[in-house]
């Protein structure tokens, strides 16, 4: 099933609305753009693209995910990773954590923020999760509260906000019930996913002015897009007329959803910096230094980077400019 | 020199301004898409691309481009692909025409709209036409006259509208000014081209409406976006919002500038629809024979099409939906 959007006008924003001044870029290509390489980075090399990353000005790297290593081999060497981890003052390194003895392993290895991950499709939860909707938040309500507890800050990824490859459309409403509850948890942020990239506009506004109507402050959203139709900036920007002002992004594009029929993936860092440049928002990134890395990172995979920006700002120079 | 934009603010909507209820497709890929490919594409591929272009509900089809052959030995079989096109009805066939010599070819050929193409730099007209930017008016000034006198419809190009390789950015006012000669001329429509893909959405809401403050109606404006760095669709976005309702693009992406540093075309006349799909903005094609028409084009072309959306759509069903 390809779950197409139809008839979602986008609304005006309101009188006197304006972008935010700042974007907080959470840099996902670490943990989000690695974790479905079939082959397995060396630490060293994800050692190097944290550090580089940093040293391109990102403050939030998310790092990896406690998740079983049965799952995903990549991010077996987590523990690992955050020992030998060169943190950088001023920059959060949130990692992924499924469970509590996700959340045991994080704590242990120096972690200082988390995020767990819901569906907000009962199909997606059961493959995703091994379980329904309604179970999850028991399995989160511990790992939250254990977490604030110990002073971190907690993050509420929510998959599939805007269709789901097995369900099809899915509402508004429901979304909005699902993340509630992670809010309701004790979340501190709410990251909407388009898993697998079909948002359009209208849909993306509709969906940030319904959390607001349910309680849950724009100011508290971010949101997630995947590049599969091409459709992850324009929808960008309708969320920043919103009033988001924390945008998922991976460096280079990396990564994908193994459900989405293309390997096409996230928002790339590099396509929504130079987007920010233009509109005079502020993001703390070097372009150029950025571009460096990813190209640096798509030599170590082999592959060129699927990032527009990328390709035409890592490219050799040949002539006209 | 690589062109970046920085600090454009995108004003809000108007009050009560709404999205275009019909957007015009502009379907380049035909002449743009081509023009740029070193190896000579059969004329029989290039009609039953236009062909499969018009069964999948495109109305607009830019054909060919009359210029002179050793410029452009893509498309040095213009006439004969005129004489040969199986034209439908409702769907217009429009053709560039450089010059005289071009129109008197276009005329004898049965051409039914035609489009001069100018530009907004010094630079590029001296590179592209071999003059100034003031003397191409005189170079134009006969073929709009002569091709309204035969009743034909006229469209202006502009390029390099949003930067320029050698020089760097374009000051808008030099760009209104270039295209309020065009419509002196007689233009029927002005196309504003971000030949190299530089544009964010501030500058192009800006550029807009410094055309309407300039006495060009909006809705004699196209927007014609390059996806060098993944901005085409949210400048699409932008363009809506300020009222334009004809946009350019190629199908699954084909074309791109040879001044600019990527190989990365025009933007992809799939990922529009699946925006204007999204917005429930009317627009006539059906996704899925446009999406096999670029599948098919890329197999004659022997490279993947650069299209988000027919990367997405084109690939076998893998699961998952």
Request: proline share 5%; with cysteine.
């Amino acid at each position: 099933m390809t779950t197409r959007e139809t008839g979602l006008p986008m609304r005006v924003p309101a009188a006197g609305a304006s972008l935010p001044e700042r974007v907080e870029i959470w840099e996902v290509g670490a943990r989000d753009g690695l974790q479905n390489e079939a082959t397995v980075v060396d630490l060293d090399v994800k050692l190097e693209f944290l550090a580089r990353l940093a040293d391109a000005g990102l403050r939030t790297l998310e790092a990896t995910s406690f998740v079983h290593p049965r799952w995903v081999p990549q991010l077996a060497d987590a523990e690992e990773l955050l020992r030998r981890l060169d943190r950088r003052s001023g920059v959060r390194y949130p990692v992924l954590v499924p469970n509590e003895r996700g959340l045991d392993r994080a704590l242990a290895s120096g972690a200082d923020s988390v995020a767990v991950f819901a569906s907000a499709t009962e199909s997606f939860a059961r493959r995703n999760l091994n379980r329904g909707v309604d179970e999850q938040y028991a399995m989160f309500d511990p790992i939250v509260s254990r977490a604030r507890d110990e002073g971190l800050a907690v993050r509420g990824y929510l998959s599939m906000c805007f269709g789901d490859p097995w369900e099809g459309p899915v509402p508004v409403d429901q979304v909005v019930a699902a993340g509630r509850r992670l809010w309701d948890l004790g979340c501190a942020q709410l990251s909407l996913g388009d898993t697998i990239g079909v948002a359009t506009p209208g849909h993306v506004t509709a969906m940030i002015d319904a959390f607001g109507a349910a309680g849950v402050p724009t100011t508290a959203i971010a949101v997630h897009f995947h590049d599969t139709y091409g459709q992850a900036l324009a929808n960008t920007l309708a969320a920043l007329w919103c009033g988001v002002s924390t945008v998922d992004a991976s460096a280079g594009g990396l990564g994908g959803c193994p459900y989405a029929k293309s390997a096409t993936g996230n928002l790339a860092t590099e396509d929504l910096v130079w987007l920010l440049d233009g509109l005079g928002v502020d993001h703390g990134v070097d372009l150029d230094a950025l571009v460096r890395t990813s190209v640096w990172m798509a030599g170590r995979l082999g592959r060129p980077s699927p990032s527009r920006a990328v390709a035409a700002l890592g490219a050799p120079d040949t002539g006209g400019g």
